[in-house]
């Protein structure tokens, strides 16, 4: 198979599986978006998903994501791009400039400065708060005892989060994380829930996932950081 045809399967096997994943949970297939982790995936291998007609992709390093996309962004109209990835402050005027969402508003401070950079631009940013469900000290995102409070924080700086966003730890049962985030969404009026990677993403999507992202499942393999 050449590179374009297994992207190209990989996306439809994975489309079906979502499909079925969805089915078996009563819920529409159509609520549930794909994103594309192209972080560290050759250009060949993002053009293949392109040529697929695959439009949402993520990335978690903003300056890789400007080398895939930005010149992208200028002739693919109809593009979305997610950042999934740890925001530094002094990153978030580019990541605001590149991206349509951002998936990892994780601190008070990353909103103050969102809210600052969306005043600026005229323009804002679909956002997603990121819960360190594992309470793992290496991992971002805010545990979840503060999350109720600093949801409320973001929408006083009228940051338009429109859902979650969690990692699990790896090695660990996933459901029970999962569950944890789909309440603290419920009990705060929020729609979305970005959840579920390659290993897992068909139990995210019984378990309610708006929003699976799958990397390797799509690419294959990718070059070996991260
Ligand atoms: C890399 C990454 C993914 C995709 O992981 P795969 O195992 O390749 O599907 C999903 N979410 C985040 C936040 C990532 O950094």
Do not use: Y
């Not at 679909?126 to 999350?147: H, L, S």
């Amino acid at each position: 198979m050449t590179v374009q045809q297994d992207v190209a399967s990989n996306l439809t096997d994975i489309r079906q599986q979502i499909t079925a994943a969805a089915n078996r949970a009563g819920r529409a297939p159509g609520d549930v978006t794909l994103v594309a982790i192209s972080k560290f995936q050759p250009d060949e291998r993002i053009e293949a998903a392109l040529a697929a007609g695959h439009r949402v992709f993520g990335e978690n390093r903003v300056q890789e994501a400007q080398e895939h996309w930005s010149e992208r962004r200028e002739t693919i109209g109809d593009l979305e791009l997610h950042l999934v990835g740890p925001l530094q402050t002094n990153k978030v005027r580019d990541a605001v400039a590149l991206f349509d969402v951002i998936q990892t508003l994780d601190r008070p401070k990353l909103a103050r400065h969102l809210a600052k950079a969306f005043a600026d631009f005229g323009a804002t940013r679909r956002c997603f708060v990121q819960v360190n469900t594992g309470e793992e000290a290496q991992k971002a995102g805010i545990i979840p005892d503060q999350a109720d409070k600093f949801i409320a924080e973001c929408r006083d700086l009228e940051l338009p989060v429109e859902g979650l966003m969690c990692i699990p730890p790896v090695d660990a049962p996933v459901a029970p994380h999962f569950a944890l985030l789909r309440r603290i969404a419920e009990r705060n009026g929020l729609r979305a829930l970005s959840m579920g990677m390659s290993a897992d993403f068909e139990s995210a999507v019984e378990l309610g996932a708006t929003h699976v992202r799958v990397g390797r499942g799509i690419f294959g393999e990718r070059a070996n950081r991260d």
